[in-house]
């Protein structure tokens, strides 16, 4: 990987990765010029992040920072990353003599705000224009994008959450707060969206600027199921539905039409998709195929349960005896009924397997009549509620390999997989929108 060294203010040499190309199903055909707010938060320094994935995806970036931004990470680091000069007051002569506040909110094609802290929603809120970033946010009249970072206290407070409310309604959109573990050691809704998460919200939601899968429908299974065992207690596995989420942002960074069908998990839904919950893989088989008509890709990344009880008791099971016996009975196989379709979309499977991770693999390929599927080794803790795997991709000639990193930048790769094998069959096989 290439890297850049930076010298921050304190004179200390950090080492930032260029922009690196995303993956082909996600780079818009035409980049946009895109203003990037950083106000005060510890998650100011994701913000360079975020600059970076724009520069890969081909936007022309120009950073704006508030006075406490400059706290927590230097104009400098961003200034390195966005290939321009950043801007940080609204009385800097030189800076105004060559484009000017209100020209600059002309310019912006696009307005995202990360982190928004709460002061910030608070003056925005209240139409203030005391710095050069309210500023622009005023004079502009591109869309705003909000990604919200503050302790989840602040973040719940009501006066926040009417400000949310009020921004909402004047038509700003939000990504995020992501709930998890905060830098001040609290727990809660308040952590900065992840910085793909943040660049999948600013596509165009009509598909118009592009994508390898723009006009194209797909379905997604994510979570693990429920089995109830009676009304109080079931039986469920180690799944979080996090790759499956990822999948989700990255398929609509793709400008795909995404339908995402989830088994109960604590994840937002990613901006642009529609949602279905369920709880049983009884449940996820009716949805699945209530909502399957038009798919043009299915890709079964849920942990559906094999096997469920074959009575749920109606009232609370007491403990009796010293043994209890459940029977279970075998749940449906929703990704072969799929594949089975008469018309059937292209088919994705996901392996969780713990041993002979590609033979299983190949053999549930082979078996189940998939078009592809995608082998993750969960063995001794991997991959399971992690923010990173691997991935080893088959079909029925061919194989990849998709390195460890994290399950968002995955999503990423394997997308670009999936519309590269999806687009070599639809030519012998068309969309079934178009058979419709
Ligand atoms: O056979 P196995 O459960 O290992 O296969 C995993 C794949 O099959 C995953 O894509 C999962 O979503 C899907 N599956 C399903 N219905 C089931 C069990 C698994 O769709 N009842």
């Not at 009509?206 to 109830?228: I, M, N």
């Not at 849920?302 to 279970?328: E, F, G, H, M, N």
């Not at 008469?342 to 189940?368: C, H, I, M, W």
């Amino acid at each position: 990987m290439e890297v850049a060294a930076v010298r921050t203010d304190n004179g200390v040499m950090n080492t930032l990765s260029r922009p690196r190309p995303v993956a082909a199903g996600t780079r818009p055909p035409a980049g946009r010029r895109v203003l990037v707010g950083v106000t005060g938060g510890i998650a100011a320094y994701k913000a360079a992040e975020l600059v970076r994935l724009l520069r890969g995806a081909g936007h022309d970036v120009q950073v704006v920072m508030t006075e406490a931004a400059t706290r927590f990470v230097t104009p400098l680091t961003l200034q390195a990353l966005s290939g321009k000069p950043v801007r940080t007051g609204l009385w800097d002569e030189a800076a105004e003599a060559a484009m000017g506040h209100i020209e600059l909110a002309r310019w912006a094609e696009q307005v995202v705000v990360a982190p928004a802290s709460a002061d910030f929603l608070a003056r925005l809120a209240g139409g203030r224009a005391d710095d050069l970033l309210a500023t622009l946010c005023l004079a502009t009249t591109a869309p705003i994008v909000l990604a919200p970072a503050m302790n989840h206290r602040m973040w719940l407070n009501p006066a926040t959450q009417a400000n949310v409310a009020l921004l909402s309604g004047r038509g700003l959109r939000f990504v995020g707060p992501a709930d998890g573990e905060q830098a001040c050691g609290e727990v809660g809704p308040g952590r900065l969206a992840e910085p793909a998460d943040i660049l999948a919200a600013l596509r165009d939601p009509s598909g118009a600027d592009g994508g390898l899968l723009s006009g194209r429908h797909v379905l997604l299974t994510a979570g693990p199921t429920r089995e109830a065992v009676d009304p109080v207690r079931f039986i469920s596995n180690r799944s979080s539905g996090k790759m499956g989420f990822a999948l989700a942002a990255a398929l609509t960074a793709a400008g795909a039409r995404v339908t995402l069908v989830s088994g109960p998990v604590c994840l937002a839904t990613p901006p642009g998709v529609e949602r279905h919950d369920v709880e049983s893989a009884d449940e996820m088989y009716r949805k699945v195929h209530a909502l399957i008509a038009d798919v043009d890709i299915y890709i079964g990344a849920a942990a559906v349960a094999d096997y469920r009880p074959t009575q749920c008791a109606d009232r609370k099971i007491k403990k009796t005896s010293d043994c209890l016996d459940i029977t279970l009975t075998r749940a449906p196989d929703i990704l072969s009924s799929v594949a089975a379709l008469a018309r059937r979309p292209f088919v994705v499977g996901f392996a969780a397997e713990t041993n002979d991770v590609e033979r299983n693999a190949r053999d549930k390929l082979e078996r189940k009549k998939l078009d592809m599927i995608a082998a993750n080794d969960v063995s001794e803790g991997r991959a399971f509620d992690r923010d990173d795997n691997a991935l080893i991709v088959l079909w029925a000639d061919g194989r990849r390999q998709l390195s460890q990193q994290r399950k968002c930048e995955l999503a990423d790769e394997l997308v670009a997989v999936i519309a590269e094998r999806y687009l070599l069959s639809a030519g012998a096989q068309p969309a079934l929108t178009v058979l419709a």
